[in-house]
């Protein structure tokens, strides 16, 4: 679907800029599913035409939807609806079952999977002694067929019989627990930085655009960590909910 068949009413006579109508008018187009993700607009000479607006006016509601991650330009192609933004809440499940749960068509690619010296950090946190081996696996996760998320993770040699074929199909924490691994506590971090040359490129983001950390290591019920990550997402595609409650 274009935006040929989207009907913006505008009220000139408001106080709100004319600008701000038509993003707020598309935006709800989106959520309601009016338009779907993948959908393309009008260029902004034919919308700027159709509404009676001037293209500055329309060039200001596409930027503002655009920096609000809810269209994207790509060049040779125009301007799209991009594909909903996964939410997430923070529990201890794994990203591949909460995205299939979601109905958002996981798929993964393994970049890395390979034995390989525990540095200070990771031998910190898995409770080893500086350079002693550990599994360390490298993935670049896709939701809808965009890529989302870069996974690293390091876990103790033996812990699970992993393979390159196995992450491809099914998640990490849904192999440890069919391994007999029974996961039961995890500290987590969570921040957010830009994204390097080398992220931007696996991610198709562009240099420095706006990433979520999440740092979790995962404890077994005998308190021993089975599993350490740091994991990056797009932020443009991807948030954390959080339930607050009193206390």
């Known amino acids: 679907m274009t935006s040929e068949r989207l009907d913006i009413d505008l009220d000139r006579s408001s106080p709100v800029p004319l600008y701000f109508q038509v993003a707020e008018q598309i935006s709800e187009a989106i959520r309601r599913g009016v ?9 902004e000479i034919q919308l700027a035409d159709r509404l009676g607006l001037s293209r500055p006016t329309i060039r200001q509601a596409i930027q503002y939807l655009v920096d609000k991650g809810l269209l994207v330009r790509k060049r040779g192609v125009g301007t799209q609806v991009v594909h909903g933004q996964v939410k ?5 499940t794994s990203l591949y079952d909460d995205l299939r749960r979601s109905g958002k068509e996981p798929a993964t690619q393994v970049l890395a999977i390979e034995t390989a010296p525990a540095d200070e950090n990771v031998a910190a946190v898995l409770a080893v002694p500086e350079g002693t081996e550990v599994l360390r696996i490298e993935r670049l996760r896709y939701a809808g067929g965009e890529p989302l998320a870069l996974l690293s993770n390091w876990l103790p040699i033996g812990i699970a019989d992993l393979s390159s074929t196995s992450l491809q199909e099914r998640g990490l924490y849904e192999l440890l627990r069919a391994a007999g ?28 655009a706006p990433l979520l950390t999440m740092v979790r290591t995962t404890y077994d019920d005998q308190g021993r960590a089975v599993e350490h990550g740091s994991h990056l997402y797009r932020a443009s595609h991807y948030s954390l909910e959080v339930t607050l409650i009193e206390r």
Not at 35 to 43: E, H, M, V
Not at 185 to 199: D, F, K, L, S, W
């Open 88 to 92: 997430r809440s923070v529990e201890l």
């Open 181 to 208: 691994v029974r996961m039961r506590v995890a500290n987590q971090r969570i921040g957010a930085r830009a994204a390097t040359p080398a992220e931007a490129r696996l991610l198709d983001e562009r240099r420095g």
């Open 35 to 43: 338009l779907a993700p993948g959908s393309r607009l009008d260029n």
